[in-house]
């Protein structure tokens, strides 16, 4: 079977998109009325005009399959971010390597200490950040992060820039359950635009990177697209054709999608378009329909009071009093949660900056059971 960027060479995306700009009413009521869509037209129909004035129902529709696949769960996740070191330069990445940021990568030890504050908050689940830099991030840097915190990490997923499936191998093996990477814009020509140097300026290998990640064994597959770089409808329309083909390719792993919108960062780059909130949920519960079994993740990227109406109606993994600047928990108050210095280092500044607790006792009194651990390695292990 052909990659995905094979596929995607070829992918007409014109005629979805043509139906996401003139789907009728009737069209939409019918995809409501057999409780799911069923191709990617019907998922463009959900994304129309036409479907936003039947915001209320596909919201309900979206609990009620998210319920029936997933209960009333919340999986709970922290970042962790190891180095803000990166060669690329990413117009829009406050890691891009010519803003003037403090540079940091940390030290094995410190990196235990971070996640050790993590764990006391009740994370069981981290995800591991880098920027792209062979001398910072590599020579077996993170492997030995990922063997130390697995002793009492049960799940570690990675958010790297992308590697063959042999580099990954050994990161497997020491511990790590997931991998994901975005794509950021699914627009090729907006994509070289944007990365105008560096490794991650290859449009078509970073596509196929979930595929190697499978190859080389991880058990869950996130990919997403960062919303703001090019027109929505689009990038969702791509997104969706993605999460399809890895379902059929990597049918052994979980797969997670994304939606993150573009959050001020240092640099000059203006977004190109706002997703509006509107519009967000309208693609949650597009995404919801088109992907039952699909989990779909919510970060701190979001302000609170938007995360607490969109947690019920499709969500099912959600990260909570993040940092994402390297070294950053160590800044956080314990008793009030509030940072005791600026972190000048961040890729972005958050939106939600609630403490895990407060986001749990919210997700609480919204019926909803926040999950901090759901796996073990003595699952997997012989």
Request: net charge negative; glycine share 6%.
């Amino acid at each position: 079977m052909p990659t995905f960027s094979e596929k995607y060479k070829t992918l007409d995306l014109d005629r979805p998109l043509d139906i996401a700009a003139t789907a009728s009413i009737a069209s939409v009521e019918r995809i409501l009325q057999q409780g799911r869509a069923r191709s990617l037209e019907e998922f463009a129909a959900l994304l129309s005009p036409a479907a936003e004035g039947y915001l209320e129902p596909l919201c309900h529709l979206s609990q009620k399959i998210t319920q029936k696949h997933f209960g009333k769960t919340m999986r709970m996740f922290a970042p962790l971010y190891l180095s803000n070191e990166c060669v690329n330069v990413c117009k829009y990445c406050g890691f891009s390597r010519h803003n003037d940021i403090p540079r940091i990568t940390l030290e094995l030890e410190t990196v235990e200490a971070e996640a050790r504050i993590l764990h006391k908050q009740g994370f069981r689940s981290i995800l591991l950040v880098a920027g792209e830099h062979p001398k910072y991030v590599s020579n077996g840097y993170v492997e030995e992060c990922v063997r130390r915190l697995s002793k009492f990490f049960p799940s570690i997923a990675l958010e790297l820039g992308p590697l063959e499936s042999e580099r990954y191998q050994p990161l497997v093996a020491a511990g790590c359950e997931a991998l994901l990477v975005y794509q950021e814009t699914y627009h090729e020509e907006t994509y070289r635009s944007l990365h105008t140097a560096g490794p991650k300026k290859h449009f078509h290998w970073r596509m196929d990177t979930p595929e190697r990640a499978y190859a080389a064994g991880f058990r869950r597959l996130g990919i997403g697209a960062l919303f703001g770089l090019h027109d929505w409808h689009r990038e969702a329309l791509a997104l969706a054709s993605h999460a399809e083909h890895l379902l059929q390719v990597c049918w052994k792993a979980q797969l997670n999608v994304s939606m993150p919108r573009m959050r001020p960062a240092k640099g000059e780059f203006e977004q190109v378009e706002f997703l509006k909130d509107h519009h967000f949920v309208q693609l949650i519960t597009a995404l919801r329909l088109f992907l039952p079994h699909a989990g779909i993740t919510l970060s701190t990227r979001e302000p609170a009071t938007l995360r607490d109406g969109l947690a019920p109606i499709g969500i099912t993994t959600m990260s909570a009093g993040s940092s994402t600047e390297p070294g950053g928990y160590s800044s956080f108050d314990e008793s009030t949660f509030q940072q005791t210095r600026e972190q000048e280092g961040e890729q972005f500044h958050i939106a939600d900056e609630r403490s895990p607790k407060e986001v749990a006792a919210v997700l609480a009194r919204l019926g909803y059971e926040p999950v901090w651990k759901d796996f073990d390695q003595s699952l997997v292990r012989a």
